[in-house]
């Protein structure tokens, strides 16, 4: 089995156009297939304040009404989407710039209003991911580059978690390809002391997992993340690697087995 | 030679929710592989209002400044081919949105800033546009959807002009197809007398073009058109015809030969 690497890179990373172009150099050196995934929040924050959109939040999630769902579909799928696009041509890598809605690549679920009303925010089931497409084009040398939008196949696109995105399609294209998931941020791994950004948890296990949450080391915005890690290694996906953009390549940051 | 149809749709349209959505259901009905290229300089224009960005024309041309390049790409490539990509699912075609960028599908030369410096604005050669992506999508019942953003293969998108978009795609596309390209606005052709619009010319020559032309009866926006339309022609397009957008589908208009 050929081995793919899904790739998630957070918008802390992509507001930071040095860092950004750091990482996409370290991307294109990764061997054979791979599938980029990316976020935006810090940015679509910033635009959001510019054109006088409230930015809500539930535990660390974006409430999206209509007008937020313009606006994160012209940050992530436009200026994002398409920046990173001229990049990646510009240092050799051939990539499609794609939403969950272009070849039904991802169709997704909005979410029921209760017991959160989140708005138009969808939920993937990786069954029904369009494998196909994204084999097709990785087989002719092209590397997909995902925005976390998707659809509901009733006319409406949606905003998704990118980090739920990256693990979806991870979980999905491990039918086919041996797949490590790499989800690369602004630190360095899992911290065992967050004030100390170089207190990196080398491995971590689904029973040392459940140990650090229940001492309070790993919390907040780390455990929807942690939670799509340890589902995607459920489901299919062989190593999920997580660590600072900036080490993309080599064997640094924290490994969830 | 199958036939392929290449059609582009005006930003006028696009801002109507009812007039896009009658527009889609024509498209989708239309038989055989097609692209769609879609504008959105409308939509464009009101984004930069609420952004506080200023809008500079020269003879109908948007003027491209770094801000502006970002806000192009936002509106054309994020809100608006993800809109259209969404409904044309619901709809039953399978499509993908695409920007010049994408695939390296359409590179471009950013314009020399004399005369007039258009800045981030790029033209396009139909030889560099690669279709070998295209007819691969056309091939497994994909429809691409172009937005008209470009890119320099240098690292940077530009801003293209939505009608040289469609006509250099299908100028590229006719080596491998029957091509016919269709403009579609919000009028019901081009009129001899600009007050009347049921005053339709449904048959323009090379030989009448100029004498019109000559005579004023086509004049400012409609010449860049009507030569992006002969150009086309001149290269290798079987067929222009120009419509309103309700129109895709039945033969009044007119017919560019």
């Known amino acids: 089995m050929k081995t793919l690497t899904v790739i998630k890179i957070?918008?802390?990373?992509?507001?930071?156009?040095?860092?950004?172009?750091?990482?996409?150099?370290?991307?294109v050196n990764i061997d054979g297939p791979k599938i980029l995934i990316h976020g935006g929040g810090v940015m679509a924050s910033e635009m959001a304040s510019k054109l006088g959109i409230e930015t809500l939040m539930h535990n660390g999630r974006r409430i999206t009404d209509l007008e937020t769902l313009k606006l994160v579909s012209m940050v992530?799928?436009?200026?994002?989407?398409?920046?990173?696009?001229?990049?990646?041509?510009?240092?050799?890598?051939?990539?499609?710039?794609?939403?969950?809605?272009?070849?039904?690549?991802?169709?997704a679920v909005k979410r029921s209003p209760v017991p959160v009303d989140f708005g138009y925010v969808g939920d993937v089931d990786p069954d029904q991911i369009n494998t196909g497409l994204l084999i097709s084009m990785l087989g002719r040398g092209i590397t997909p580059v995902f925005c976390a939008i998707t659809h509901d196949r009733n006319g409406s696109i949606l905003n998704t978690n990118a980090d739920t995105m990256a693990s979806s399609i991870a979980i999905a294209m491990s039918k086919e390809y041996h797949t490590e998931l790499i989800y690369c941020f602004e630190k360095k791994g899992v911290l065992s002391n967050p004030d100390d950004p170089e207190s990196v948890i080398p491995l971590i296990t689904k029973d040392s997992y459940e140990a650090l949450k229940g001492a309070k080391v790993i919390r907040d915005g780390m455990i929807p993340k942690m939670d799509n890690a340890f589902y995607a290694i459920d489901n299919g996906v062989s190593e999920v690697f997580i660590k600072h953009a900036s080490n993309l390549g080599n064997d640094t940051g924290t490994v969830l087995k």
């Open 76 to 107: 992530y799928a436009g200026w994002i989407n398409k920046s990173i696009i001229a990049k990646l041509q510009k240092i050799g890598c051939n990539s499609i710039g794609l939403s969950g809605a272009d070849g039904d690549c991802v169709p």
């Open 10 to 27: 957070g918008g802390n990373i992509i507001d930071q156009a040095d860092d950004l172009d750091i990482f996409l150099n370290k991307f």
